[in-house]
């Protein structure tokens, strides 16, 4: 079995809310998104984006996801866990699907490939030895959060937010699915 392919059978996400410094600098974060963006997308239309918040904007977020969160009221939204990855965090990069007008290429393929930006960004970094976490949740669908939090256009939507930064060497790992029960073969 290959390196990769070993990796791949055993990679385990490390959760956002452990991750701690230090982080990848600049030089080490660009390396990983180079990675991320060799991923499937049909036509080259890079229907997808990154933002990159560190410490200070991670807590400038939390402060405006608490406000939206409170306005909306504890029957819509836990505003405590709403705000806990952005309070936490400690590096975190949006992965912003940012479709293209296309007739060649529908949109849900253009959010298909959004989806595989963020799982090879998330592979790239616990490969280079980070802790790393795919964390989405209500703010990341939240139109005024998108807007005024990270300047999206209406247009565009998270993908995912990954988190980045120091955890555990190891994890247990936890259920996996029965892969036999969820394939089925067509021979003719």
Known sequence: MTDALTFLKTRRS???KILKGPV???KALEALLIVAARTPDHGKLEPWRFVVLERAALRRLSILVRSI???AGPDIVDTVKTAHQFETGTLAVVVIESPKVCKKFPVIEQT???GAVCLSLLNAALASGWGANWLSGWASHNKQFQKEGLGMELHESVAGIIHIGTGPAQMPDRPRPNVTALT???KD
Do not use: F, N, T, V
């Open 14 to 16: 490390r959760p956002a």
């Open 184 to 186: 089925q073969w067509i």
């Open 69 to 71: 969160a409170e306005a």
């Open 24 to 26: 990848p600098d600049k």
């Open 112 to 114: 298909y490939s959004a």
